[in-house]
């Protein structure tokens, strides 16, 4: 496997409208220094060749944890939704959600 | 009695069960302690004190109605503030979640009211538990406990300050990368990792969930021990708590070491400061010296830990912080459309070092990276475990550093994250493996500072790891060596 090209300022960009983080220009580039340096670090790792070692998802062998389906209450839902922001008529309450494509 | 000569968690919860003292008398000294000293070290982002005088008059109520209340009985608790508490603020020292009361208990602070114990505040954190100096605080620093000029360590360094200045006998706090032992040995305490899923996470906010484990704060191994199996035990609420019992930790703390195989973990050692490397190389010694057979052993594939750990929890990272959208609890900026007021609650809400870790991990797990960074660290973490397996072979347990260095200086490390990254070096591979670990105080660096000694255990090994740690601490006592009281002050 070839390895990875390295991060560059339009992969932080790209990076940070996918998690919904707004960057100004400034940032993007102390950002893309730091970040870059992190992922450079990680050749260690990503130039490994471990194609035959199965991954590690999770440190302990569980499968399928299930528990007895009894009822019981759950939250308050008045407590919970004294937490949030805004609600109307027991719901929480957003700003539009349709409108023009983002 | 702690070999400082403050009252253990253990005799004060004695004292409150016989009547001797009252549970309140302890919370009254705790919250006068924390008055007169947190100005200056601002290890606690909120203090409880109503609600903790509350709860020490219902143990003395029931001390006097002749009921148990609990091994714990009286004793102040600090929590980090990412453990949930019912009507008490939870922030994770992140704008995000400023003013947030959850509605719930985590499951660890339940067992800790069943148990008799008080808690009496929440304490300071890096945002969201990602950092190693409590410097990535909105709130900002935390101070170490015995110089105000450098971190206590982090994340969980309010618990590990406010435990090491004696203003409570016990904290809590998490461990995904070393975040309970890392501070634990720069503060001079006795700070562990269980074996994942031995704690349940019910109600500790996310962070890397394939990693995290909440762990205990003490100011002795018996302390720490006992908190652990107060703690532990399977709970329904976390589907990744084993269903097993507790481990008996206390049980193992008067065995000794002799006739144990104790590996010195060259990987733990090698990359350190040479006054903690001198250290560990007592530590080991001193085990020798009390019948323990001590080799030098060799673990190549820890130096891959750092890399894989930097991919595996920004990527968990990534998607459990993906919840704080505006929507349902903690800040929202308003915005014309739901999407851009997700970016803007979010771009207000989270400050650098989790954007940091929320970009990295985005990118780790994104389309055309995904296979080269994000896969490759996950089968780095079986060759690691496998390297783990494959020395556990030989040896009961492996001892090595904590931390690189004692305490450093406050903002010395802020300007590169990679270095302050490096600060995890020696603690990240057991939570790689969900292997349990340890860090005891043993002596001080050139500094005056303290310096930690860590037992690594196979996984469920708790009691091994506890008899090794306890034998530590009573050679450490010998050595007549104190961090506190010679050099600097």
């Not at chain 2, 971190?151 to 006998?169: F, I, K, R, T």
């Not at chain 2, 349940?200 to 720490?224: E, H, K, M, N, T």
């Not at chain 2, 894989?308 to 912080?321: D, G, R, T, V």
């Not at chain 2, 349990?436 to 196979?458: C, E, H, K, N, T």
Request: glycine share 10%; with cysteine; proline share 7%.
């Amino acid at each position: 496997m070839s390895e990875p090209p390295a991060l560059g300022r339009d992969d932080v960009a790209h990076v940070a409208g996918l998690a919904r983080l707004s960057l100004s220009e400034e940032e993007l580039d102390t950002f893309t220094g730091q970040l870059a340096r992190v992922i450079d670090h990680a050749r260690d790792v990503s130039s490994l060749d471990v194609h035959d070692v199965p991954p590690t998802a999770h440190p302990l062998p569980v499968r399928n944890v299930l528990r007895t389906d009894d009822p019981c209450p759950g939250l308050d839902r008045g407590e919970v939704l004294a937490a949030a922001p805004d609600v109307e008529d027991g719901r929480f309450k957003v700003p539009r959600i349709v409108g023009e494509a983002p | 009695m702690t070999a400082d000569g403050s009252d253990s968690a253990a005799a004060l919860a004695d004292a409150v069960r016989r009547g001797e003292r009252s549970a309140r008398s302890v919370v009254e000294a705790a919250l006068g302690g924390i008055a007169a000293r947190d100005p200056e070290l601002h290890a606690f982002l909120h203090v409880a004190a109503d609600g903790a005088r509350a709860d020490a008059d219902a143990v003395d109520e029931k001390v006097r109605a002749g009921e148990d209340p609990g091994p714990l009985a009286g004793v102040p608790v600090a929590l980090k503030d990412n453990l949930c508490t019912r009507g008490i603020p939870t922030t994770c020292a992140s704008r995000i979640l400023e003013g947030w009361r959850p509605p719930y208990d985590a499951t660890v602070v339940t067992r800790l009211r069943d148990a008799g114990a008080v808690v009496v505040g929440k304490t300071n954190l890096d945002e969201f538990a990602m950092g190693s100096s409590t410097e990535n605080s909105c709130m900002g620093p935390t101070r170490h406990p015995m110089d105000p000029s450098r971190v206590p360590g982090g994340s969980s360094g309010g618990s590990a300050a406010a435990v090491g200045a004696g203003l409570v006998p016990l904290g809590l706090g998490s461990d995904t990368g070393g975040s309970v032992r890392q501070p634990a040995a720069l503060c001079g305490v006795v700070g562990m990792k269980p074996t994942y899923g031995v704690v349940s996470r019910y109600g500790l906010v996310a962070f890397a969930s394939s990693l995290d484990q909440i762990g205990p704060f003490a100011r002795s191994v018996a302390d720490a021990a006992l908190l652990l199996e107060v703690i532990a035990g399977h709970d329904p609420k976390d589907s990744t708590c084993l269903d097993r019992p507790a481990p008996e930790a206390m049980r193992s703390l008067d065995v000794g070491v002799e006739g144990l195989r104790v590996g010195v973990c060259e990987e733990l050692v090698a990359d350190t400061a040479p006054d903690v490397s001198r250290r560990v190389r007592e530590a080991a010694e001193d085990l020798a010296g009390t019948g323990a057979l001590v080799e030098e052993v060799s673990v190549p594939e820890m130096r891959l830990g750092l890399s894989a750990y930097y991919l595996i929890a920004p990527a968990e990272a990534s998607s459990n912080l993906a919840r704080y959208d505006g929507v349902r609890y903690g800040l929202r900026v308003d915005a014309p459309d739901v999407a851009q007021m997700n970016t803007a609650t979010r771009t207000a809400g989270f400050g650098p070092e989790v954007k940091r870790r929320i970009m990295l991990g985005t990118y780790a797990l994104s389309a055309g990276y995904y296979d080269a960074y994000y896969g490759k660290a996950q089968r780095v973490r079986t060759l690691l475990i496998r390297a783990f397996d494959r020395v556990y072979e030989q040896f009961d347990v492996l001892i090595g550093a904590t931390a690189p260095t004692t305490a450093f200086a406050i903002g010395e490390r802020v300007a590169d994250p990679l270095t302050m990254y490096l600060s995890d070096v020696c603690t990240i591979p057991s939570n790689l493996s969900g292997h349990p670990a340890i860090s005891v105080p043993f002596g001080a660096g050139d500094d005056g500072l303290p310096v930690g000694v860590q037992v690594l255990a196979p996984a469920l090994c708790e009691e091994r790891m506890f008899q090794v740690a306890a034998a530590l601490e009573r050679l450490a006592a010998a050595r007549a060596r104190p961090a506190r009281g010679e050099g600097r002050r």
